[in-house]
């Protein structure tokens, strides 16, 4: 009885619970399960709030706590590299496995196509790193809190500063644990809306580019993922098992921001230290976005193949060397994944960009296996860098 009262208790239990009835809300009786997008919206949006802090306070204690402005630099250095690195991985994968099954060569006449203008326009515009700058508050805060800290590492008399941060930072945490009993409705409502809108049927038409997706993202987190947290004796399923929450938080809301501070909470717990976690997580939501990078990669050969177009391994090396680039601002650009998409197919020239309109549909569904693998990434980097900075990492 105890135990069944404890799993009724637990967090991830309500959220499943939660899952589980918005599929039948929005199959069932889906204009109201559409409606519902105002609960799965208005929990993102009361999540978000907290990002800027907890990114600002975590990364300013961190670094002032650390007082070693050269160890900022090179925790910094390493992370960038690493997400050079891995999300060459994503890319390489996507390609191969789209490669390998060809996902496009399914019947056209079973598309409904949707009009996908609105991308094709944003395209035309040239990817302006300082657009992505300004517009991305993530990276601001970051850079913010950065420059904050090291400030402070130079202030004779920081004592009381941060102390002051420390109490902001413990108030900020406790909202925050209260605003997470509200997680199975935020949940409720984002997979009511999926299912109630699109339907399950729409899975139906483009089911094989959804199942390559999911097999290539499973096999890059169990495998890639897998491989590189047992060079460090460490679990895969161990780490997947410790941020349970945040991974079916992330598919019911399919975006990953709103587990990161959940994210950022458990890799502390479990040994990462908070200048790590400031660090590595906020910039790996910008640049080690190793879901989007697959699905980038896959996408473009899709597309290619839904029009016959074939591409030379100059070609393919081409469309590697351009997603290299472009994949590092899906989060900073409006639209996401589709904008830097057709970006990615306009600088490529030979592949309509017109046939993002078969993606739209079923977007939705993908964007969540693209934003748990994400979400996993990042924990994984933090691990690697903490790591590499002689952090005592546990995995119970």
Not at 257 to 285: H, N, Q, R
Not at 388 to 393: L, P, R
Request: glycine residues 10%.
């Amino acid at each position: 009885m105890k135990r069944f009262k404890a799993i009724i208790k637990n967090l991830a239990f309500q959220v499943l619970l939660a899952i589980i009835a918005g599929v039948c809300l929005g199959h069932f009786y889906p204009a109201l399960g559409v409606k519902m997008e105002i609960i799965g919206n208005g929990f993102i949006s009361i999540i978000k709030v907290f990002i800027a802090p907890i990114i600002f306070l975590t990364i300013t204690l961190g670094i002032a706590g650390i007082g070693d402005v050269k160890k900022v630099g090179r925790i910094g250095a390493k992370s960038l590299l690493y997400f050079e690195i891995v999300t060459t991985f994503a890319l390489l994968l996507g390609i191969l496995m789209a490669h390998i099954i060809e996902p496009g060569k399914i019947d056209m006449s079973m598309l409904s196509a949707k009009d996908a203008t609105k991308y094709i326009k944003q395209a035309d515009v040239p990817f302006d790193w300082l657009q992505f700058l300004l517009s991305n508050l993530t990276l601001q805060v970051l850079i913010v809190g950065l420059i904050f800290g090291v400030v402070l590492t130079f202030v004779k008399r920081k004592a009381k500063m941060m102390s002051a941060l420390k109490f902001s930072s413990d108030l900020v945490f406790k909202a925050l644990k209260l605003v997470m009993y509200l997680a199975p409705l935020g949940a409720f409502g984002g997979i009511a809306y999926a299912v109630g809108k699109f339907g399950l049927a729409s899975l139906v038409p483009l089911g094989k580019l959804m199942l390559t997706m999911y097999i290539t993202m499973a096999l890059f987190i169990f495998l890639i993922l897998g491989s590189i947290l047992r060079f460090y004796k460490l679990s895969i399923w161990k780490f997947l098992k410790n941020i349970k929450e945040e991974i079916l938080l992330v598919l019911a809301t399919s975006s990953s921001e709103p587990a990161m501070p959940g994210l950022m909470l458990k890799l502390e717990g479990m040994g990462c230290s908070k200048p790590v976690v400031g660090l590595v997580v906020p910039t790996g939501y910008s640049f080690n976005l190793d879901g989007t990078s697959i699905y980038l990669s896959m996408a473009v050969l899709f597309i290619a193949q839904l029009y016959n177009v074939p591409l030379s391994v100059g070609e393919m090396v081409s469309v590697l060397g351009i997603l290299m680039l472009t994949s590092k601002g899906a989060a900073g650009v409006t639209g996401s994944g589709f904008v830097v998409l057709a970006s990615t197919l306009t600088a490529i020239h030979t592949i309509p960009v017109e046939g993002l309109a078969f993606l739209l549909g079923v977007d939705k569904f993908m964007s969540e296996a693209r934003a748990i693998t994400n979400i996993i990434g990042n924990g994984v980097a933090t691990i690697v860098i903490a790591k590499s900075e002689k952090d005592k990492v546990v995995l119970d």
